[in-house]
């Protein structure tokens, strides 16, 4: 039987896929809100025994989002999870940080889940029953150059976070964040490959940290038994940084 359905943003790629991957092997429906098309990850939703409905949304958008919403909601199962996952991470420098960069890393990482959130959090909060999983990142504490606009967008995300988990407690709708560190995933390495050498072996578990990695804190997060567990960032990187 399904659990209700679980939305993750940015999953036709990337760790996102392999959130919505798990999350179908955990028994949740999936719905998929992403720029590209998700037709992979619809394969192995549906190889997981799970329905899967997808559309292509901008979270940047509240019109996207609430239609996509609407959608869902004629199509899905209710919502009972929501995972903010869909993020850019531009590689530049501050000086090189126009506000046209800054706005657009704003626009997906920060306005996109709460976007997402007005859009899933108050049938969750009618229902009495949800999570709301919010992506930040370990570089919220790392000394990390040239990630400006990334790094303030996250620690925007996870003060969105705390602040709507006050809001919604009361009504048994938890919101937390992971904070994953450097992952494995072709877009982090078209950005950034020479990083890979040399930042894993800052770890405590000195190795890539591959999406699989990830996928059980947001198992947990989204399950029954992270019910009593609101407003915190969970920080999956191998033990770099202590929070
Ligand atoms: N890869 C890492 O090392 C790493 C580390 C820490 C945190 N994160 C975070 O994890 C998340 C996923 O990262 P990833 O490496 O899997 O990235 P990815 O590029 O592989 O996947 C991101 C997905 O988001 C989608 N997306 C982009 N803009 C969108 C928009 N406006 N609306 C809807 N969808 C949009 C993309 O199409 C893509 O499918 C991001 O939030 C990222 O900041 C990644």
């Not at 798990?22 to 429906?29: I, M, N, Y």
Request: charged share 15%; aromatic share 8%; hydrophobic share 45%.
């Amino acid at each position: 039987m399904s659990k209700g359905t679980a939305v993750v943003t940015g999953a036709a790629n990337g760790i996102g896929q392999a959130y919505a991957q798990r999350l179908a092997a955990d028994g949740f429906d999936i719905a998929v809100a992403d720029v590209v098309d998700a037709a992979a990850t619809r394969a192995l939703v549906e190889a997981a025994g799970r329905r899967f409905f997808s559309a292509i949304v901008d979270v940047t958008s509240p019109a996207s989002t609430l239609q996509f919403a609407t959608d869902v909601s004629a199509n899905m199962a209710p919502v009972v999870a929501l995972v903010n996952n869909a993020g850019i991470y531009p590689w530049k420098s501050f000086e090189d940080t126009d506000y046209e960069t800054w706005r657009k890393v704003m626009g997906v990482n920060l306005d996109g889940a709460f976007l997402m959130c007005k859009a899933f959090v108050p049938g969750m909060v009618a229902r009495r029953h949800g999570r709301v999983v919010n992506v930040a990142s370990t570089t919220f504490w790392l000394n990390a150059p040239e990630m400006t606009a990334y790094i303030a967008s996250k620690g925007g995300v996870i003060g969105l976070t705390r602040a709507l988990a006050s809001e919604i407690g009361a009504s048994g709708v938890t919101a937390n964040a992971i904070a994953p560190g450097l992952t494995n995933t072709k877009s982090m390495r078209g950005v950034n490959e020479e990083i890979y050498e040399y930042l894993p072996k800052q770890q405590a578990i000195p190795r890539v940290i591959e999406p699989q990695d990830l996928v059980g804190v947001v198992s947990f997060l989204c399950s029954s038994d992270s019910a009593f567990v609101t407003g915190q960032t969970i920080v999956a990187d191998g033990g770099q940084v202590r929070v």
